[in-house]
């Protein structure tokens, strides 16, 4: 029988959880895929004298960030051709997206994520190809695996509104008719998988990935207008005991379907239907009344707040300190549209503090220890997930971390008033990102992924790209660019 070596990771501070205290000359001890003990290094060292040690001289260890909301799309709408615009346009964009392999899709995504801290994610994913649903999320899985992350993968599950919140018909009678016939034969209108038979998806993966911590499966019903409510109550029954994704009041369009198709708030409307549970997670969330924020507080429902997206596709501002507030858990996603369209989880976090700022003398703002806990513990709220205790380094936790260099941070003068975590959280970058451990594995070293070389990803994904497009891919741009202009009249007055 073999046992796992005993690992000991010294660093000149560790933070074990965004709650706890500092521990200056830390330590962190690891055997497998779990944490045995954390604390100041003479102690820990005396416990675990056979450990090998890893010394990492000027830099903070902090625990694996957890991405609450992204699609891993590998590489940005907007080098895609789909320009950012309002969230009802730019999505018309994406019945053109080119498809891209799943695996090499992850693969890619996880190393940036990686890059950045990030040691979990997850993926709410949009099919290249219904049919074949089941071996796209396998190679996903496979691709964020290879690239050392663990991943909350997310079933896609929609049933209606596909081209529009009026109904796919409605608004097929209102295009001119040779483009609305147009439409209908590039198979853009065409009618989805029947939601049974992807649930019946949903359950085999459950059981292929059983007992594998490195990826499990999520339900993800698309969003509150794109599922009937027979589809939210089955998901609502079959995802009992797992986490459900749902996007939810991403623009004020979105909250206006609501109003007209259900006659009151989407949330409510979920509530009503008895879907907003614990195990349930809400995308965005930037249009909410009071009544809302209630509701998602009493069901303890999470939040994932995703900031760069709510600005680049003009989704608005998502009210996070009202939340937190009220007590509801919010994590922090990039859903694949980071500002500089990088995958930067510390740029993401700013942007979060910067918008949640109340801009007022007497005014509230994020803490550094509140945005570190929308990125680890909220974050494991969400993904819930096979290993028990991500975002936090306790003995019995997930032994997923990293080491942040502090020399840029620090550099070239740090005053003494100017506490850590502020320096960390106002001034990190992925560049300093040095190693990141996940399930007891160094899957980066030196800002490096391990047994990868970006590089020839990065030329896999161009080469994937070189072929000239198909005659159906060119006919797919011009329709979705025509529909653009219609989609704009059909919500010109929510
Ligand atoms: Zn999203």
Known sequence: MTTDPIRLLRARHVLPSADAALIDDGAVVWSGTRVLAVGPYERVRA??????????????????????????????????GVADAPLEIWISGLFALRALDPYLAALYDGINLLA??????????????????????????????????????????????????????????????????????????APLPDWRD???????????????????????PVGPQWCSDALLAAVSEAGRDMPVH?????????????HRYYGETPLGHLDRIGFLRDNVTCAHCVWLSDQDIALLAARDAKVAHNPSSNLRLRSGIAPVLRLREAGVTVGIGLDGQALAD???????????????????PAGEALSARALLAMATRAGAAVVMGAAPLL?????????????????????????????????????????????????????????????????DIEARLAASLAEPKSPAQETRERLAAALASHLRDVYADW
């Open 47 to 80: 416990e675990h004298t056979e450990a090998e040690c890893w010394s990492f001289s000027d830099h903070l260890v902090l625990p694996g960030m957890i991405n609450a909301h992204d699609h891993g799309r590998g590489l940005g709408t907007l080098p895609m």
């Open 391 to 455: 975002g936090t380094i306790a003995p019995g936790s997930a032994a997923d971390f990293f080491a942040l260099r502090l020399d840029r941070v620090r550099g070239p003068y740090l005053d003494a008033r100017t506490d850590l975590l502020d320096a960390v959280l106002g001034r990190a970058k992925p560049t300093d990102v040095d190693t990141a451990v996940v399930a007891g594995e160094a899957r980066l070293r030196d800002g490096r992924p391990v047994g990868l070389v970006r590089g």
């Open 198 to 220: 992807l649930l019946a998806v949903g359950a085999r993966l459950v059981e292929r990935w059983r007992g594998d911590e490195r990826h499990w499966l999520c339900y993800g």
């Open 342 to 360: 990088d995958q930067d989880m510390w740029a993401e976090l700013r942007l979060a503090r910067g918008l949640a700022s109340t801009p007022s």
């Open 116 to 189: 950045s801290g990030v040691t979990t994610t997850t993926h709410q994913h949009n099919p290249c190809d219904w049919r074949n649903l089941e071996s796209e999320l396998i190679e996903t899985a496979r691709g964020y695996a290879d690239a050392g992350i663990r991943a909350c993968i997310g079933l896609p599950l929609m049933d209606q509104n596909t081209l529009s919140y009026i109904g796919n018909e409605a608004f097929l009678a209102r295009l001119p008719a040779a483009l609305a016939a147009e439409v209908r034969t590039s198979g853009m209108a």
């Open 246 to 258: 749902i996007h939810a009041v991403e623009t004020r369009t979105q909250a206006a379907f609501g």
